[in-house]
């Protein structure tokens, strides 16, 4: 339980997993924002938050972070080595952050919920059910928060456009198509340690899976039916190898009364650097009674600047994500629903922990694990369907490609045509 208390306010002290660039877009101005403003809400009150300790591989970055931050963040404990996530959760720390790989994700996690700390965990939270399984049974266990960042959920768009669902205005989708290209920098510099023999599926395309499920189908009886996907290769790593450059997936659910809703979600690291956007973003979906149409890139601003566009300003920029501002006030600051959801998280740690007596704690911690937008345990679908894709794109690459993975029941069976071939991928377990 959190106990830490700083000059006469509750204090909860972060730890971070990962300093790379989300950690730099999102965890840091969060961090560097909340140490001189703290959060309040009439629930809890005034809560502190610090960086109390960082995990990194070589401990450089951490090094680099701390001389550039200066007094924008207050001291911090760095540790580094092959090992440093589970030394981290032995420290007092009180909530742990998991930006690391999606695939270093479940290990570093699993350490810190073993050591009774709350979890915030970057999307994908894992790559296979039972992991995902073993996850929820230890947040349970210890009585702490398990929570993962779908930032897109946060999207002003993406929030109307589930309200206008939620009010029945927009009724019964029957389709959509989500598409979301990053540059070759995000591929081949900034993530290039860590994209071998991934996919920039389960890096981009969760973030729209994630939005399908909870905005069309969350509470609702229509269920995750087939999933199925395919690839390139050949940029970013040989043609014949593990490492994908775009993927495309695709998802059907079905309803009872035997109608189907299919989308489909593309997905690259290899768009041009020179692209007038960070990254090209769109979204169609098709409805009994409407069609909605997003372009992230496209809402409201233009702008070039002579010897500065398209790098390092943008043409066509998205200051909703993160965007450092002047406020018409004079201050500087740094905002948008990337950092959104990060606040989000520690304020719901926070009304667990300082939210009314302890007494009461456990009747809190479960009403926070009740905001399916985030929490751990409503992350079935979207695991399932990242456990899917990557167990077809691994037969792929074997050339037998058309795989169809079909859910019944919680169990996740994989057809390949021609073959005759099933394989089992999950089993349904208790608990979950």
């Known amino acids: 339980m959190v106990g830490n208390h700083r000059q006469d306010k509750p204090v909860i002290r972060a730890g971070m997993i990962g300093l790379g660039m989300i950690f730099d877009e999102t965890y840091r101005p969060f961090f560097e924002q909340v140490r001189t403003s703290d959060l309040y809400r009439r629930e809890f009150g005034v809560v502190g938050v610090e960086l109390a300790a960082v995990a990194t591989r070589t401990g450089q970055r951490a090094e680099a972070y701390r001389q550039s931050a200066g007094n924008r ?39 810190a919920l073993q050591a009774g700390k709350h979890v915030l965990i970057e999307k994908p939270s894992v790559l296979r059910l039972e992991q995902l399984a073993e996850l929820d049974r ?22 109307k456009l589930r309200t206008h669902v939620a009010d029945g205005i927009l009724r019964h989708v029957n389709s959509g198509y989500c598409s979301l290209l990053e540059p070759k920098q995000i591929s081949m510099s900034q ?24 905005t069309f189908f969350h509470g609702t009886p229509a269920r995750l039916k087939m999933v199925t996907a395919t690839g390139q290769r050949g940029l970013v790593g040989p043609p014949e190898g593990p490492t994908w450059d775009s993927v495309q997936l695709r998802m059907v659910y079905a309803y009872p009364d035997g109608r189907e809703a299919g989308f489909d979600i593309h997905t690259s690291w290899v768009n041009p650097d020179n692209f007038p956007g960070y990254v090209e973003q ?15 890139r ?11 566009s398209p790098n390092p300003i943008k043409m066509t920029p998205n200051h909703h994500y993160n965007g450092t501002f002047l406020e018409p006030w004079g201050e500087r600051s740094q905002r948008g629903y990337g950092i959104e959801a990060i606040q989000r998280f520690f304020e719901e740690v926070a009304e667990v922990e300082f939210g009314g007596p302890p007494s009461e704690r456990e009747q809190r911690l479960e009403r926070v694990r009740l905001l399916h937008y ?29 795989g169809v993975v079909q859910i019944e029941e919680g169990r996740l ?9 099933t394989e089992t991928l999950y089993e349904p377990q208790t608990g979950l």
């Open 298 to 308: 496209k809402r409201g601003v233009e702008v070039c600047v002579e010897g500065m």
């Open 282 to 296: 769109e979204v169609q979906f098709r409805f009994d009674n409407g069609v909605w149409n997003a372009h992230q």
């Open 374 to 402: 985030n929490d751990l345990s409503a992350d079935w679908n979207t695991v399932a369907t990242v456990h899917a894709m990557e167990a077809v794109l691994a037969h792929h690459k074997e050339g037998r490609s058309g």
């Open 191 to 214: 993530f290039s340690e860590w994209v071998q023999g991934r996919n920039p599926g389960t890096y981009v395309a969760v973030h729209y899976v994630k939005l399908i499920d909870f």
């Open 413 to 421: 069976t994989l057809w390949l045509p021609g073959s005759g071939h």
């Open 138 to 159: 230890l947040a349970r266990e210890q009585k702490v928060l398990a929570k993962v960042v779908y930032h897109k959920l946060l999207d002003p768009d993406h929030k």
């Open 73 to 111: 963040i207050g001291p911090f404990v760095s540790i580094h080595g092959h090992d440093a996530a589970e030394q981290l959760c032995r420290l007092d720390v009180d909530a742990m952050c998991v930006a690391t790989p999606d695939d270093r994700h479940y290990a570093a996690a699993r350490a």
